[in-house]
């Protein structure tokens, strides 16, 4: 028997606890012994759970349990998870978690830790929820020279979009459906402003460049500004708004990396990706593109990966898997204003022809939106790429001088 213990029983956690009792016979197979719950810590009380015998707590009845070699973290958030999970590495435990927040925050220093022990800190599930990407990354595609990830890396904002692109949606309507589905996490604010997809793709880029990048490095814009107007003149460019993820090696030194809305075009495969699921496009020098697709978010697809990494620790528990990326001090990171974009602009003006001849004389070629139904002071166009610093100055340039005033600016996705 193996003994595991699983520190939180939330959404995943409760997830992962249920595969592992309804799958008994399948994870048997997997490793030839019985994986069996010890310990399950929450502050909540659980009467009527099937393991209601297992609940504690005390964090220290897991801590200081020498049977007990795997535990599971899906508290989420940031304390007491890092205490937790770095003690029962120092203690030589593996620990598996579904916690993005964690893993990137602390990542490189947990990670050493647990080299230094000869553990497993293992987080499949902190990206993609039920896709594999990390392991794939980690193995399957490491022959490669990754140049770029982009993904869709939000199930909520993916969720909300959707509806508001396909059923005029609003915003605030369709995120209340998001989280009673389950899918938001517990502070909205996380999803709808970028902050959940900015952990993830700064795993992926650690995990693809070696290098811990810490999310503060990162430009992260959410979904908050987003109107049904915005996502019409996305139609009529020929594409959809979607929440990207993305980071593309510049130099051997420099990445560039940002969470923000974009314009997609429909032939990109990450147009078609829709509701909850996710999906994530990793370019290697070898592979050419190689894109993931699933649910991103949810119990069971979550747990399910949870579950995998777990087994992967069982059959891991003499010897160490290699996933590992050392510290960092973000200086690899491009300044955001650098970024070079091709932008969709949206905004008001006395005299929308007037500012279309301005922006053309300022910018150079633009492409202008005709949208029927809008307002006869409104003007949307898009500039070709050029560094953000100098969009944003041009545009400040036609607010000042030319009395046009910008509602909206939304990246068009190189994808
Ligand atoms: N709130 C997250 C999402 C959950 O919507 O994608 C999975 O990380």
């Known amino acids: 028997m193996i003994p595991v213990a699983i520190m939180g029983h939330g959404v995943v956690g409760s997830g992962v606890a249920e595969i592992i009792a309804t799958h008994k016979q399948k994870l048997f197979a997997a490793v030839g012994e019985e994986v069996y719950i010890k310990h399950i810590l929450d502050l909540r009380e659980f009467p009527d759970s099937p393991f209601a015998d ?14 007990v070699r795997i535990v599971v973290e899906t508290m989420g958030g940031l304390h007491p998870s890092y205490e937790y999970v770095k003690d029962c590495l120092s203690k030589g ?10 893993v990137a925050a602390y ?34 595609l490491v022959a490669n020279n990754v140049s770029e990830i982009a993904g869709i890396l939000n199930g909520t904002t993916n969720f909300i979009l959707t ?14 459906l998001a989280q009673e589905l389950g899918y938001a996490e517990r502070n909205p604010a996380a999803d709808v402003e970028g902050h959940d997809a900015c952990r993830k793709i700064c795993i992926l880029a650690s995990l693809a460049f070696g290098k811990h990048i810490y999310p503060d490095a990162v430009r992260t814009e959410g979904i908050t500004g987003i109107t049904l107007e915005d996502v019409e003149y996305a139609s009529i460019w020929g ?46 020098d070898c592979t050419g593109d190689v894109v993931f697709y699933g649910r991103g978010a949810g119990k069971l697809p979550t747990a399910s990966a949870v579950v995998a990494d777990m087994i992967d620790c069982v059959k891991h528990l003499k010897s160490r898997k290699y996933l590992f990326w050392a510290d960092s001090d ?5 300044p955001a204003e650098k970024s ?15 500012a279309y001849y301005k922006a053309k004389d300022a910018f150079g070629d633009i492409h202008i939106l005709h949208k029927a139904s809008a307002p006869e002071n409104e003007f ?13 100055a041009t545009l400040a340039r036609l607010e000042e001088k030319e009395g046009i005033q910008v509602i909206s600016k939304i990246r068009i996705g190189d994808l």
């Open 54 to 67: 297992r609940f504690t707590k005390n964090f220290e009845d897991i801590s200081n349990d020498i049977e």
């Open 93 to 102: 435990k593996s620990v598996v978690t579904s916690n993005k927040e964690l």
């Open 107 to 140: 990542g490189a220093e947990l990670l050493a830790i647990a080299s230094e022990q000869n553990a497993n800190f293992l987080f499949e599930a902190s990206v993609g929820g039920g896709i594999p990407i990390i392991r794939p990354m980690n193995q399957c």
């Open 163 to 176: 509806k508001m692109i396909r059923e005029n949606m609003s915003f605030e309507k369709a995120l209340k």
């Open 239 to 284: 594409g959809v708004i979607k929440l990207i993820g993305s980071v593309k090696k510049i130099d051997k030194d420099t990445i560039d990396i940002i969470v923000a809305p974009m314009f997609v075009p429909l032939n990109s495969q990450l147009a078609n990706i829709d509701d909850v699921f996710n999906g994530i496009m990793v370019r290697g």
């Open 330 to 334: 973000n200086s690899s990171v491009l």
């Open 340 to 354: 070079v974009t091709a932008m969709f602009v949206r905004g008001v003006a006395n005299n929308r022809i007037d």
């Open 380 to 392: 949307a166009f898009i500039v070709e790429p050029m560094a953000i610093e100098d969009i944003d």
